[in-house]
């Protein structure tokens, strides 16, 4: 038989104990500001060069952020269909992306024109970077291809059909401007010279391969997929040097910070893993609201930027005003944490032994499916005052087990006043509102019929004070959509009026070709 599952009232992890250097230094990124786009965050990119602005790719458009101001500074809307893979060249003067229809764009970043317009996909095309010389680009397509692109010629110099799916994921060398790596749906990883155009090296990740990456020593890369991410040797002949499996749902996207020496995965568990290269361990894990689809880290660390599939983008800031003093003051409590263990070891290891085998009273009723007994062990004052989580733990478990409404059938006033009251008093944390929302509907489902006998009574007062509130609540809601729907028009309004390019814009270099020129926007005076 199967132990007893305990209830784990733990909302929100515990703030760690232990602090590590990498502990200190990733959690002055501080807590983030969210940023809603118009669909699920399809790529995230930095500017290699200050002030590192970083492109966002979703829906039908690249928007250029701002780190500092956290605002947008620059909106590409030339796309007709779903944009993919936004990123930037090694100068931040040019960026190219692939687009749903097949094309590949690329654009002038202080412009926004589109320079060249390469065409040849068959399929939308998910991924696309700019080679180490900054004068070719490699795309990665839906029609099992990957394409070698010319940007002085606009044609295309080489076409590799050695996949047999989607090609959703891949990259070029960061040492060498002829090594392109390609990842599939068919599980496989391809390595290719455009000297020979030839397949040099052929992998099975053993699940379809979302993201792919290299180290900065170009010689060792990495890639991810199902839940695991895979660490290999180019050099010698494609051997795996690791395998991390820190994830529980698929990973989708793979970065690099600290130059190299860390690596950051995202997935859609919706945490974010850093590891420590030479060792390959999690030294830090950052949480977000929703599955992670992408993610950028700035060139110096100070900005993270999280994209999730509900449109989300969290982008956090490392606080500049923390110095090193915290540094100290967190090593000295660790410090100190360290000797108060060593003279208390015997004694903790007792308690220790004691609280793992112990199980709380409301999960032993529990276990017995005494729900109205549960339900009244966490309704007094030690545990709705102290530890409100616990008691919003056991009614978002009788809600999964269908038993909320049997434990509220049938209740004297005085309980249904204290019910009512935890609700309108938690009903606004938003880490609890989900789950006593939920809760509200079962208990007026199960007095619907009965709220004439309440009138005039202390209970019949809650649950005009509980409608109150609700009601208040939507309205605040109905408030926020408004103001949702105003920005989206005013950004709607931006992107139609773009500003012209003035005095002080940089120009590129390069020309704009007949194909892109017919890709322009008509503007109507």
């Not at 590590?20 to 990733?26: E, K, L, M, N, R």
């Not at 199980?359 to 545990?383: G, H, W």
Request: glycine fraction near 8%; hydrophobic fraction near 35%; charge should be neutral.
């Amino acid at each position: 038989m199967a132990d007893f599952k305990k209830i784990n009232a733990q909302i929100y992890a515990k703030t760690a104990t232990t602090f590590s250097p990498d502990t200190i230094y990733w959690k002055k990124l501080g807590v983030p500001t969210l940023v809603k786009e118009f669909g699920a965050i399809d790529y995230i990119d930095f500017s290699p060069v200050e002030p590192y602005l970083f492109a966002v790719t979703a829906s039908v458009r690249v928007q250029i952020y701002n780190p500092v101001t956290k605002l947008v500074v620059k909106n590409i809307t030339k796309f007709q269909e779903g944009a993919h893979c936004g990123s930037f060249r090694n100068d931040g003067n040019l960026l190219v992306a692939g687009d749903d229809l097949g094309k590949v764009r690329l654009f002038d970043v202080s412009t926004k024109s589109i320079l060249r317009f390469f065409q040849g996909h068959k399929a939308p095309v998910h991924r696309t970077f700019f080679n180490a010389d900054g004068h070719h680009v490699s795309s990665f397509s839906d029609d099992k291809t990957v394409r070698y692109w010319d940007i002085a010629t606009e044609k295309h110099l080489a076409t590799y059909s050695e996949h047999s799916d989607y090609v959703r994921a891949g990259c070029t060398s960061p040492v060498s401007p002829n090594i392109i790596l390609s990842g599939g749906y068919d599980r496989k990883i391809n390595m290719y010279d455009t000297r020979t155009n030839e397949k040099v090296l052929s992998l099975d990740h053993g699940s379809p391969v979302e993201s792919l990456i290299f180290l900065p020593s170009g010689g060792i890369f990495i890639s991810a997929g199902g839940t695991s991410v895979n660490v290999y040797d180019a050099l010698a002949g494609g051997r795996k040097i690791a395998q991390l499996s820190q994830h529980h749902k698929t990973v989708t996207c793979l970065q690099l910070a600290s130059e190299g020496k860390r690596l950051l995965s995202g997935s859609l568990d919706r945490h974010v893993k850093i590891y420590d290269i030479a060792t390959y361990q999690v030294v830090h894990t950052i949480d977000n609201t929703n599955g992670v689809l992408s993610l950028g880290v700035s060139k110096n660390d100070d900005t993270l930027v999280t994209g999730m599939v509900d449109g989300l983008i969290a982008i956090h800031r490392r606080d500049s005003d923390k110095g090193k003093d915290e540094e100290e003051k967190g090593k000295a409590r660790s410090k100190g944490r360290a000797r108060f263990n060593n003279i208390f070891e015997s004694a903790d290891q007792q308690i220790t032994d004691f609280r793992h085998d112990k199980i709380e009273q409301f999960d032993r009723m529990l276990k017995k499916y005494e729900y109205n007994r549960a339900l009244d062990s966490v309704f007094v004052a030690s545990v709705m005052g102290k530890t409100p989580e616990k008691t919003v733990a056991l009614i978002k478990e009788l809600i999964r087990r269908k038993g909320l409404q049997r434990a509220l059938k049938d209740r004297k006033h005085s309980f249904l006043v204290k019910f009512i009251g935890f609700v309108l008093r938690h009903i606004g944390d938003y880490r609890f509102t989900p789950t006593l929302v939920d809760a509200a509907n079962i208990l007026l489902d199960v007095y619907e019929e009965d709220f004439g006998q309440f009138a005039g009574t202390d209970v019949g007062k809650m649950f005009i004070n509980l409608s109150r509130r609700l009601k208040k609540e939507e309205k605040i809601l109905n408030e926020f959509l408004e103001v949702q729907g105003l920005l989206e028009m005013i950004s709607a309004a931006a992107d139609l009026n773009q500003p012209a390019l003035g005095d002080e814009e940089k120009e590129s270099d390069l020309q704009v070709s007949l194909s892109a020129q017919k890709q322009g926007v008509i503007s109507v005076e």
